[in-house]
């Protein structure tokens, strides 16, 4: 009817008003739904957070480029403005300061709980800020970065602690291990990091083997080293001993049974009851007279520190005119070249001389390299 004017408030659209007239709009609604029930409330409500988006989104820019997309911090502001709207009460004072918190509120917990790379805790967190603030006012006061004791003093929390949120501080964004490294490669951070080592668990007990070895006898050690190391056969060990491939297996068997049991122990057990044998590979060379014969016995390894000392004894033994020169090389683990060449010195000797020089009891071993090397040892 003519004459007759409405007296029904409703919220003004946001393209009559501006935001500075949202307290009016956020009073207009207060009135507007006060006799409602709350069924009928929602449409009200909604007209209102439509009318606050733009302030919403405003609140949100004031925080783009700290590392989140714009998209994102919109949603959270208008999720607190919705919950400003929600709790709204006119008797309390201005909806514009109150859901200017609200939302700052809510985009400020987006940061706090929502960007983390990994987990802090959040007490750290808070300290975190406290520290990137008292750095700024006292690297303003002065003029250059404040040390962790002073700002130990600032902040008056142990050293510790501000040392936790420095380092804790590197947690809201970590560098990926995809990231490539620089510059035209095709390498990423994550080439870069070492990898855990297997073996590493396997320390303790290669050292303890390794100071065992030394406890047991030079055949022994000789064998397993062989075997273990050189990748040698039992059939090949004893044939470079000159013993069967039973034996080499019980030697073995025997050696590796007392290492367990070594490791196991407080105090290694002493080997064969504490019996030490001798050691078959130091140079052992000695000259006997057997009437118009003379005896080189040769044992152990002849290597170039022994070769000087085969060479003068059989020197020795040429010079005095015996009817015959026998080497004996049944105690002789094995020749390098030096050992070869003294070999070959005392067989020249004798030649000039003419005194016959005979190589008997060779092992088998011993009995290839000398052949090769043209000293054709006598068949025993």
């Given at each position: 009817m003519f004459g007759q004017t409405s007296t029904t408030t409703t919220t003004p659209p946001p393209t009559d008003r501006g935001l500075e007239d949202l307290d009016a709009a956020a009073m207009a609604y207060a009135a507007r739904i006060a006799g409602l029930p709350p069924e009928r409330r929602g449409e009200a409500r909604d007209d209102l957070v439509r009318f606050a988006l733009p302030f919403a989104g405003r609140l949100a820019r004031r925080y783009r480029g700290r590392g989140e997309p714009l998209e994102d911090l919109e949603q959270v502001a208008r999720l607190g403005l919705v919950n400003a709207v929600d709790r709204y009460d006119p008797e309390r004072g201005s909806f514009t300061a109150y859901a200017a918190?609200?939302?700052?509120?809510?985009?400020?917990?987006?940061?706090?709980?929502?960007?983390?790379?990994?987990?802090?805790?959040?007490?750290?967190?808070?300290l975190i800020l406290e520290v990137g603030q008292a750095t700024a006012a006292l690297t303003s006061e002065l003029s250059r970065a404040p040390s962790v004791a002073e700002l130990s003093a600032r902040l008056e929390t142990p050293q510790e602690e501000i040392l936790a949120a420095l380092e804790s501080a590197a947690g809201y964004s970590p560098a990926s291990l995809n990231a490539p490294v620089g510059g035209e490669s095709s390498a990423e951070f994550g080439d870069l990091v070492g990898e855990s080592d297997n073996a590493l668990e396997s320390v303790d007990d290669r050292v303890t083997v390794s100071g065992l070895l030394h406890r047991l006898p030079w055949r022994e050690r000789r064998i397993l080293a062989m075997r273990f190391y050189g990748n040698q056969t039992q059939a090949e060990i004893a044939a470079r001993f000159g013993?069967?491939?039973?034996?080499?297996?019980?030697?073995?068997?025997?050696?590796?049974?007392?290492?367990?049991?070594?490791?196991?122990?407080?105090?290694?057990?002493?080997?064969?009851?504490?019996?030490?044998?001798?050691?078959?590979?130091?140079?052992?060379?000695?000259?006997?007279?057997?009437?118009?014969?003379v005896v080189v016995e040769v044992g152990g390894e002849i290597d170039r520190d022994g070769a000087d000392q085969l060479r003068r004894a059989m020197l020795e033994a040429v010079t005095g005119q015996p009817s015959e020169v026998v080497v004996d090389l049944v105690g002789a683990g094995g020749f390098d070249a030096g050992g070869i060449a003294a070999l070959m010195a005392g067989r020249d000797a004798a030649e000039r001389t003419g005194v016959p020089l005979r190589l008997t009891r060779v092992q088998p071993a011993v009995r290839r390299s000398l052949t090769a090397a043209g000293l054709a040892p006598a068949r025993d």
């Open positions: 918190i609200t939302i700052v509120g809510e985009i400020k917990r987006h940061f706090r709980d929502r960007t983390w790379g990994v987990h802090v805790p959040r007490r750290l967190r808070d013993i069967s491939q039973m034996h080499v297996s019980r030697l073995l068997s025997r050696a590796l049974t007392w290492l367990r049991q070594a490791m196991l122990a407080d105090a290694p057990p002493p080997w064969q009851n504490g019996a030490a044998e001798p050691d078959p590979g130091k140079t052992r060379i000695s000259v006997k007279q057997n009437g118009d014969t």
